[in-house]
C-alpha cells in the first residue's frame, strides 16, 4: 500500500469512528431523552393516580364539608350557598320570558315562548355571543353595558310570532355563574369573581342593579325576576322534563354542582324555611379543597400563577378552563429537562393558556394510525414540527392523565352529593328509587373521553345495583331554558293571574 492509500485509510477510519461516536452520543441522547420523558410521565401518572379508594375520600371528604358549609356560614370551604329556588317548574309556566346567560368565555341571550302544560316550550330562539377579553379584566359597567347592548340589540330582533302579553314588561331570568350571596330570589351580591374574570369595582354590592342600570342605559324595559347560578338554572330546566332530577352539575369553563337539600335542621335556615320542605342549594364545589385531592407540582403553579391563588382548587383540576393548561405544563417541563421537542424549548410551551381545551381534547381523540391531529395541533399552537410517533403518543398519554384524574374526581365529587341525600346505597325493600343528574358544560359535552370515564367511575364506585338507579343526562342549555322558567314561576304579574 502506497503512502497516499495508507493516508487515505486513516482519514477514512477516523471519519468512521467519528461518525460512530456521534451516532452513539446521539443514540445515547436520544436514549436519556426517552429516558428522563418517560420518568417524568410515569411521575406524573403516580401523583395524578385515582384509585378507587382515594376516590371514596374524596366522595367521604365532599360530603363532611357538605354538612359543614351547611351547619354554619363559613364552615366550609363549600359556600352552600341558598338559591331562594324552593319550588321548581312544575310545567305550568306560561308567557315570553328571557334568559341571560353569563359566566364563560360566551354569554348566551335566550327567549322562551312558553305555552303551560299543553304547549311546554313552543319556541325558542337563542344567540351566543363571545365577551371581549378585555372585558373580562375591565370594569363591570364596561362589561354590563356590552352585555346589556347585546341583549338590546336580541330583543329588536324579535320576530310577530313571539306574544309579550299588553301592557307587561319584559321579564328575564339571569344566569350569573359566579358564587353570589343571594339576598332573595332575584338579589344578591357577588362574593368574588372566578374563571379568569378579574373586576375590581362595584357589581359585588348589587348583581341585578347593575346590570338593571346598564338595561336603562341601553333603553331596555326588561325586569330581572330571577337570579340563578347556572346549576340552579340547570337544575330547573332539568326537572321541567323530568321530576326525578335532584342534582345539576356543570362542567365547563368552571365547574360546579347544586342540589335539592331538605330544608329541616339547618341552623343557616332558621326564620327562611322554605313552605315546600325543600331548597336548592349552591355548592361552590370547585372552591373544594382536600388533602385527599391528588395534587401535582403542575397544579400547584398553575394555582400560585392564577388570578386567584389558593381558591377553586378542586375546579383547577376538573374544568376545561385549566386542563389544557396543566397539559401545557408537563409539556413544557419535558422539553427543559428531557430536551422532549430538540435541544432549545419551544418557546411558546411558555405561554401561560396558549393550549386551550378543546384543543388538548382534539389531539386525545385522534384516532388515526399517525397521530395526524396531534401532529398538526403541535405545530399550530406551539410551532414544533417534525414530531415522532412516539413523541404524538407520549403527548396523548398526558392528555389522557390529566383528563381522566379530572374526569375521576369529579365522579367523587357526585357520590359525594349522593351520599348526602342518602341515594348512593341501594333503596329500602319495596321502595322505588331513580336519581337523575342534569348534566351541562362544553366539557361534559364535547369532551367524550372525559365524560365516559366520569360515567363509567360512578358506576365503578357505586356498584351495579345503586349505578342502576342514577340516570346521568345532559340538559342542553338546560340552564338557559332554566332561567327563563324561574324568570316565569316567580314573574311579577303571577298574583294577578292567580286572583
Ligand atoms: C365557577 C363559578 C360557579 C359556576 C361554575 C360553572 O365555579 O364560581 O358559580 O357555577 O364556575 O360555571
New binding site residues.
Given amino acids: 500500500m502506497g503512502k497516499v492509500a495508507v493516508g487515505a485509510a486513516v482519514v477514512c477510519a477516523a471519519t468512521a469512528c467519528a461518525v460512530a461516536a456521534l451516532v452513539v452520543r446521539q443514540r445515547m441522547r436520544t436514549t436519556s431523552k426517552w429516558a428522563r420523558a418517560e420518568a417524568i410521565l410515569r411521575e406524573l401518572e403516580d401523583k395524578c393516580s385515582t384509585p378507587i379508594g382515594k376516590l371514596r375520600q374524596v366522595a367521604d371528604a365532599m360530603t363532611v364539608e357538605m354538612h359543614a358549609g351547611l351547619a354554619s356560614e363559613g364552615g366550609s370551604k363549600l359556600k352552600m350557598l341558598i338559591s331562594y329556588v324552593d319550588n321548581l317548574p312544575t310545567g305550568n309556566e306560561k308567557g315570553l320570558f328571557y334568559a341571560l346567560d353569563l359566566?364563560?368565555t360566551n354569554f348566551r341571550v335566550l327567549r322562551v315562548q312558553l305555552g303551560g302544560k299543553e304547549g311546554r316550550v313552543v319556541k325558542q330562539e337563542a344567540e351566543e355571543v363571545s365577551i371581549p377579553p378585555h372585558l373580562m379584566v375591565g370594569s363591570s359597567h364596561e362589561l354590563f353595558d356590552f352585555i346589556a347592548a347585546e341583549l338590546a340589540k336580541f330583543v329588536a330582533s324579535e320576530g310577530e310570532n313571539y306574544h309579550l302579553s299588553f301592557g307587561r314588561q319584559r321579564e328575564l331570568g339571569f344566569t350569573f355563574?359566579?358564587?353570589v350571596r343571594q339576598t332573595s330570589i332575584a338579589s344578591g351580591t357577588l362574593i368574588k369573581w372566578?374563571?379568569g374574570f378579574s373586576i375590581e369595582d362595584t357589581v359585588g354590592e348589587d348583581v341585578v342593579g347593575e346590570l338593571t342600570k346598564a338595561m336603562e342605559r341601553q333603553g331596555l324595559d326588561m325586569r330581572v325576576t330571577a337570579l340563578v347560578?347556572?346549576?340552579i338554572g340547570t337544575l330547573a330546566g332539568g326537572r321541567y322534563y323530568d321530576s326525578d332530577v335532584v342534582i345539576a352539575v356543570?362542567l365547563?369553563?368552571?365547574?360546579?354542582a347544586a342540589y335539592v337539600e331538605r330544608a329541616q335542621s339547618i341552623p343557616k335556615w332558621h326564620g327562611l324555611l322554605p313552605k315546600s320542605g325543600e331548597m336548592v342549594i349552591?355548592m361552590?364545589w370547585?372552591n373544594f379543597r382536600s388533602s385527599h385531592l391528588p395534587l401535582t407540582e403542575y397544579d400547584q403553579a398553575l394555582d400560585v400563577e392564577s388570578l386567584n391563588p389558593g381558591e377553586?382548587i378542586f375546579?383547577k383540576l376538573i374544568s376545561g378552563m385549566y386542563l389544557g393548561d396543566i397539559v401545557r405544563r408537563v409539556l413544557w417541563k419535558m422539553a427543559e429537562e428531557a430536551a422532549f421537542f430538540g435541544d432549545t424549548v419551544p418557546p411558546k410551551l411558555e405561554v401561560p393558556f396558549i393550549l386551550r381545551t378543546p384543543v388538548m381534547s382534539a389531539m386525545h381523540h385522534d384516532t388515526s394510525t399517525d397521530l395526524r391531529v396531534v401532529g398538526t395541533k403541535l405545530k399550530e399552537i406551539f410551532g414544533i414540527s417534525n414530531t415522532s410517533l412516539r413523541t404524538r403518543k407520549a403527548v396523548v398519554e398526558v392528555c389522557d392523565i390529566i383528563a381522566r384524574r379530572g374526569a375521576r374526581l369529579a365522579a367523587a365529587g357526585m357520590v359525594g352529593i349522593l351520599k348526602k341525600q342518602g341515594r348512593d346505597a341501594p333503596a329500602s325493600a319495596g321502595e322505588k328509587q331513580r336519581t337523575v343528574i342534569a348534566m351541562d358544560?362544553g366539557l361534559y359535552e364535547h369532551y367524550t373521553i372525559f365524560s365516559k370515564c366520569l360515567e363509567s367511575t360512578l358506576s365503578e364506585m357505586l356498584g351495579e345495583e345503586v349505578s342502576k338507579t342514577i340516570v346521568v343526562t345532559h340538559a342542553n342549555d338546560g340552564s338557559g331554558i332554566g332561567a327563563s322558567l324561574l324568570a316565569a314561576s316567580h314573574s311579577q304579574y303571577l298574583e294577578v293571574e292567580e286572583s
Fill in positions: 359566566g364563560g355563574s359566579f358564587p372566578t374563571k347560578n347556572d346549576t356543570i365547563g369553563t368552571g365547574t360546579n349552591n361552590e370547585g377553586q375546579e358544560g
